[in-house]
């Protein structure tokens, strides 16, 4: 998953090692205001990674 601000990359989600990371610098410090963010943006990640594969295995 990739999280954009006007058409730039701000965030991303690795679905192989299963962790959100930054991709700005400024997204580097959101942590300084709230230390849990990038582990709750992992968790959010993490969940809709499931549902995408329940859809898709609906499909098949």
Avoid: C, F
Wanted: aromatic share 8%; no cysteine.
């Amino acid at each position: 998953a990739v999280g954009l601000l006007d058409e730039v990359e701000i965030d991303h989600y690795d679905s192989d090692t299963r962790r959100a990371e930054p991709r700005q610098d400024w997204m580097s410090r959101v942590i300084e205001d709230d230390p849990q963010y990038w582990k709750s943006q992992t968790e959010i990640a993490m969940a809709i990674q499931q549902v995408y594969k329940g859809n898709i295995e609906t499909l098949k």
